[in-house]
């Protein structure tokens, strides 16, 4: 329904992802997973010499009543602070 474009009760932002990975990434990437009670913030680092990731560190946050029922400044300057939060911690 609402994913096809139709009425739905489905909350959800949209993602602009617009390819699938080839496999030959690498780097240092951050991954960001809003679920519908926590945030997590995960920083994963990909060798090019390995098909196995390298690194993985992870932060979960606990959203509040604030945060889901807030308005959308509320919610993304708390996300924005997870993440500052979560990057200092990773380094």
């Not at 680092?45 to 509320?74: C, N, W, Y």
């Amino acid at each position: 329904l609402g994913l096809a474009g139709g009425e739905s009760d489905l909350k959800m932002l949209p993602t602009y992802v617009t390819s699938f990975p080839t496999g030959k990434e690498s780097g240092h990437f951050l991954a960001l997973d809003l679920g519908g009670t926590n945030f997590r913030v995960l920083s994963v680092r990909i060798d090019p010499s390995t098909p196995e990731v390298t690194h993985v560190k992870f932060k979960k946050f606990s959203l509040e009543t604030k945060h889901m029922q807030g308005t959308a400044d509320v919610l993304f300057t708390f996300l924005a602070d997870c993440i500052s939060a979560a990057v200092l911690e990773f380094e």
